[in-house]
């Protein structure tokens, strides 16, 4: 716990007066005063973030953190688990839906194996982290150990360190784990006190009869174990995932490297939720990518205090969100550094 606590020491506010004078420069634009609308606000919290009065903003990288969810022997997702196996090779050879719109926003998927029950051997492009073959039942008992949560939470820190290492300047968050979205209802509801049913939606399309057994399991996970809300590490190991924790420490170890992130849908933000609650700085450094179906992501991204860029109906995971949202993040840099000034182009100002 001490690499997390260390982590956790290094998260700043924002500078405020990095926000005033950037905003101050896009005023001095070729354009009525905020004009470009949340662009605007895009470029002066990159800036705040990075500490750079030009972000750059060549490298981007999506991590899709894949991991089993052991309250799947509940019945809660259409899919069997071994579909998160399947998956991760369909990652690595490009084809989900995450590749290809990383590719449309110049984005490097980076796969990660925190949690699959499932023996990568020899697998070229994957990144190795498994600390676990999967959470356990949260409905008989904790879904992960005290220390397979730290583990977690670590390799996200760790990831974080090396896109800072490696100048990747903007981060966005990915998973896949058949029944996760079983964990990030009961994430919410647990942290923000909501009824289960509330929170808690179809995931892979489930129907009325599988969607009632999903509100009464995530109910019995949280009567059995009663987690402290004011605890988020307490919660995350009752009835959490390893790709949730993995995505919280990603989260808080980029707020530490002053990168900025991207998150995707609703179990990404659950990760971001944790990370958020462990320190109420990290939302600075955030970006919520879009407002997802699932009806529990709305609860969170209140409790964060996020504003989704975009609302396209989405609620597939993986990270697809993130990478649609990329190029208008990036756009607001390059309005901040390719805009000219009113003295510049010689039109009468304000």
């Known amino acids: ?71 799947t022997e509940e019945g809660v997702s259409l899919y069997p688990r071994e579909v998160t196996a399947q998956m991760v090779f369909n990652f690595l050879r490009g084809g989900a839906g995450v590749n290809v719109l990383a590719r449309h926003a110049g984005a490097e998927v980076r796969v990660v194996d925190v949690g699959v ?71 919410i509801a647990a942290i923000g006190g909501f009824e289960v049913a509330q929170v808690t939606h179809r995931g892979t399309g489930i129907a009325d009869q599988a969607l009632a057994n999903k509100i009464k399991v995530i109910e019995r996970g949280l009567a059995l174990h009663r987690p402290d809300p004011a605890k988020p590490l307490e919660v995350l190991a009752a009835v959490g995932g390893l790709e949730i924790a993995a995505i919280a420490g990603l989260v808080l170890g980029c707020a530490a490297e002053r990168i900025p992130v991207i998150v995707d849908g609703f179990i990404s933000t659950a990760g971001a939720l944790i990370a958020s609650e462990l320190h109420p700085q990290v939302r600075d450094y955030l970006f919520a990518a879009h407002q997802s179906v699932e009806v529990g992501h709305r609860f ?35 309005i901040l550094a390719e805009m000219a000034t009113f003295e510049q182009a010689g039109v009468t100002g304000h």
């Open 1 to 71: 716990m001490h690499r997390i606590t260390a982590t956790l020491e290094r998260i700043r506010p924002l500078d405020q007066q990095l926000l005033a004078q950037t905003q101050t420069r896009l005023d001095n634009k070729t354009k009525p005063l905020g004009s470009l609308g949340r662009l605007e606000e895009f470029a002066c919290r990159l800036v705040a973030i990075t500490g750079q009065e030009q972000p750059d903003l060549s490298r981007k990288a999506i991590f899709t953190f894949a991991a089993d969810h052991g309250v």
């Open 117 to 187: 029950d499932h023996d990568f051997e020899n697998c070229p492009g994957l990144v190795h982290r498994k600390v676990a073959r999967g959470t356990r039942n949260f409905c008989t008992g904790p879904a992960m150990t005290t220390d397979e949560t730290a583990a977690a939470l670590l390799v996200g820190i760790d990831l974080a360190a090396q896109c800072k290492a490696e100048g990747i300047g903007l981060v966005g968050t990915g998973e896949m784990g058949i029944g996760n979205t079983t964990p990030s209802s009961a994430i």
């Open 300 to 334: 969170m991204l209140e409790r964060t205090g996020l504003r989704p860029i975009l609302d396209l109906d989405l609620r597939l995971g993986e990270g697809t969100g993130a990478a649609l949202a990329m190029p208008l993040i990036e756009a607001g840099a390059r």
